[in-house]
């Protein structure tokens, strides 16, 4: 596809069952990242993934948050035991290198809402 | 205090005028990037910049890194360019560390 493309759109669920969001990057990006939008809040990074590296996870709120990269392509942002404060938007952003230098552009999915009730 | 502060957190404008929105950061940077995020959601990456100044159409980016301050510039505004602007600074690592937003209203 030509853009990053994300799964479910919207996601309703109650209150202590497990979430999984799927990211597509495009294609050739070796950099993908998770972000996260609560309600009236700013960008929050979650996870990045960089080629076959180690993922930087420093952003993962706590430990029912997870998320994996097969393949180097596609991605899925795990939530267990999910609580109403995980409803948000979820974000993905893909970009070509993901080098330090930091002279790669980020482009982003449309998100999936997540609504714990 | 947030790393990155944005101001004003929100701007209304009247279609033509020349809008300048401000980010403020108080670490080290290797870039700052400009997003922009319709209603709906949607986030665009404006511009990344390490130093300098960059533009493209009526957007101008400036970023002063001894000031550690950055300025998007809207030149002759219209009311699509009404959105949510995020400032967004990458220190070490990859991870990006976000500003509030400021929500711009442009109306005609």
């Known amino acids: 596809g030509a853009g990053v493309s994300q799964s479910p759109s919207n996601k309703v669920t109650e209150k202590g069952k497990d979430v999984e969001l799927r990211c597509d990057p495009i294609?050739?990006?070796?950099?993908l990242y998770w972000y996260r939008q609560s309600l009236g809040q700013g960008l929050e990074f979650l996870i990045y993934?960089?080629?076959?590296?180690?993922?930087?996870k420093s952003g993962l709120p706590s430990d029912r948050f997870s998320a994996e990269r097969t393949g180097g392509s596609v991605s899925t942002l795990t939530i267990q035991r999910t609580q109403q404060e995980d409803s948000a938007v979820y974000l993905c952003?893909?970009?070509?290198?993901?080098?330090?230098?930091?002279?790669?552009?980020?482009?982003f999915g449309p998100g999936t809402r997540l609504t714990v009730l | 205090k947030n790393e990155v502060e944005q101001s004003p957190q929100n701007l209304t404008a009247q279609e033509g005028e020349f809008i300048t929105i401000n980010c403020s950061y108080s670490?080290?940077?290797?870039?700052l990037h400009w997003l922009q995020q319709h209603p709906g959601g949607g986030i665009v990456s404006l511009f990344m910049?390490?130093?300098g100044k960059k533009k493209h159409g009526r957007l101008i980016a400036t970023i002063n890194i001894q000031e550690k301050h950055s300025s998007l510039h809207i030149t002759a505004s219209h009311p699509r360019d009404s959105a949510v602007y995020i400032c967004?600074?990458?220190?070490?690592?990859?991870?990006?560390?976000f500003g509030e937003g400021t929500q711009l209203t442009v109306n005609p």
């Open positions: 952003a893909s970009s070509l290198s993901g080098t330090g230098a930091g002279t790669d552009t980020q482009y």
């Open positions: 670490v080290g940077i290797s870039a």
């Open positions: 967004a600074v990458r220190a070490s690592g990859s991870r990006l560390t």
């Open positions: 910049l390490s130093s």
């Open positions: 294609s050739g990006h070796t950099a």
């Open positions: 993934f960089q080629g076959n590296s180690a993922p930087d």
